[in-house]
């Protein structure tokens, strides 16, 4: 079958279980909304068009309180009105998966061009502490799995989880096969573990091993308060440090204690690699074709792809770094994951950077100019 | 411990930490009263509501009740509630929201919530000022007045959010003031069985914050005003426009019938199941 990358995350929505949308028109992800318009109310979901973005993300955040995995998708301009209830979904730790189609900026910038500047703001947009799980393609099999992931993720840890993609893989058509076969890893559904106690024992907000605490559905007996307040274990505002404290350190943990289920990122060539480019989206693809063609030409290099964007991915920064002497790091900003990996490389090797910010891709002789450049 | 004492315990969080957040004389406890009671009254399962606020004194009544309860970000109420009630229909869902709640912040979900006729009721304490931030000016404080950022003078038109809901479509529309508590009681039972999207203003008072700086006494001197100032809308059909100048009208101000979201949905879903042949 033949589907762009916004078509593929609705049938990654749909195959995870995703029932309800609510989202505003914007380019370039307004073909997600057009086809589940259609497609929800065909299996039982709902989809509705808010007033805007920040309804968008309230009325996702409501019905998953209700039970029903839920999704919404945006671009720029949008994502930057969701993060005040992408706070919100983080404090009261409410599954939900929010899709960023990232176009140039600031404000309406670019919107039919393509670019990778969201990326810090995915990271840290909405205010206060908090960790995020974002996540990158740049295929249109990608956009369908990690769309998946995306909601698994969202379920597993009971938090919000980010897919985002630039204009190219969005509206990029490839031919992809949707496998169905429920023994394939990368389309396994995950779904939020409810508490099994009796009501009166249940504690909404107690810590577990994991850190995830058993999610009651409204409406299931299990009545409880939901708060965009600092909350106690009973989901009941507290301002005592004794609370406070390990409250938001246990938000922090049930991230940080399960990288490895979180992480994922892809190494091409990179066992003997001298010089490894490190890319995600569209660039990933001019990366590889750079590759080669370098390979071909008989220089060492490497592609390390990101597919988790964050939490930043250290471990394979630091793999790469065992043979690499040479980083170039692409992207469609003005450097925001190169930050991330001159923070992990530490001096050990040298870090360039190709940053582009005119509303074009980065193409594959570009990246191999820099390694010549660099080499 | 009398009836009516008896009655609201049986709905109250016991394991939340008392005292309440509110302010000795404040209304809001008065509105908590009716709503209790409009529910109990009905007889709905405490499982089956759902009850939302946004921010302010208004949005920390949820915590004290023994409901499925979501205290959201500020003026965004309306949207989870219509997460919430277009995810599970068979939750009644209620939202309290405050005046700069609703209709500053809020303004526009609250019109598009009214105009889409979603299945919530809506209760919103009119009190003209933001109390909890120390009484600056709202949305409905009136030209003239005095607040911590008007301090010579409001400049501003006050909006009538009753008005307003009727304006963007809302099938039920009640107004009352907390003097008028047994009115409360009646308004939101009939807004909490109506079908569609149905609002109750209750007219409220600030004596600590709004009183306090326009001078306009206790508590009880503030609700003796909303007793000399309101007016029935039956009445009031029969008083002349200058006599109705400075008054508050009071009880149903609409009762209508709209196509209500949800059942409309459900047609949708027919339609798109048919288009598919399944």
Known sequence: MLLQGNEAIVEGALRAGCRFFAGYPITPATEISEVLSVRLPQVEGTFIQMEDEIASLGAVIGASLAGVKSMTATSGPGFSLMQENLGFAIIAEVPCVIVNVMRGGPSTGLPTFPSQSDVMQSRWGTHGDHPIIVLSASTVRECYEITIRAFNLSEKFRTPAIVLIDEVVAHMREKIVLSDDSDDEEVKIFNRVKPTMPPEWYIPYEDTPSGVPPMANFGEGYRYHVTGLTHDIRGFPTSRQDEIGPFIARLHRKISSHFSEIQTAEFFETEDAEMTVVAYGCVARSAKRAVIEARGKGIKVGLLKLITIWPFMRSAVEKVLQTSKILIVPEMNMGQISREVKRVNRGIAKVYTLNKVDGTIITPPEILNRMMEVA | ?278
């Open chain 2, 1 to 278: 411990m009398p009836e009516v004492t008896k009655l609201i315990h049986k709905y109250l969080r016991h394991d939340k930490k008392f005292p309440h957040v509110w302010c000795p004389g404040c209304g809001t406890g008065i509105i908590l009263g009716a709503l209790i009671r409009a529910i109990d009254r009905i007889g709905y399962e405490k499982d089956e509501v759902v009850l939302i606020s946004g921010i302010g004194c208004s949005g920390r009544l949820p915590v004290y009740v023994d409901f499925n309860t979501l205290h959201t970000t500020h003026g965004r109420a309306l949207t989870f509630a219509t997460g919430v009630k277009l995810a599970k229909p068979s939750l009644k869902v209620i939202v309290i929201m405050g005046d700069g709640d609703a209709v500053a912040i809020g303004g526009n979900h609250f019109i598009h919530a009214a105009r889409r006729n979603i299945d919530v009721a809506a209760i919103i304490v009119n009190n003209s000022t933001y109390g909890m931030t120390g009484g600056q000016y709202s949305p409905t404080t009136p030209y003239g007045m005095r607040s911590t950022t008007t301090v010579y003078s409001n400049i501003e038109q006050d909006f009538k959010i009753s008005e307003l809901a009727v304006t963007a479509g809302a099938v039920f529309v009640g107004r009352g003031t907390v003097y008028h508590a047994k009115l409360l009681d009646d308004l939101m039972e009939k807004a909490f069985l109506k079908p569609g999207f149905s609002v109750v203003e209750v007219v409220s008072h600030c004596h600590v914050q709004y009183g306090r700086q326009n001078r306009l006494g206790s508590a009880v001197e503030m609700m003796e005003w909303q007793r000399d100032h309101a007016v029935p809308v039956e009445k009031a059909l029969k008083m002349k426009p200058e006599e109705l100048k400075d008054k508050i009208l009071i009880g149903v101000l609409v009762d209508k019938e709209l196509p209500v979201y949800q059942d409309e949905y459900e047609k949708i879903r027919e339609r798109a199941k048919r288009a598919t042949g399944g």
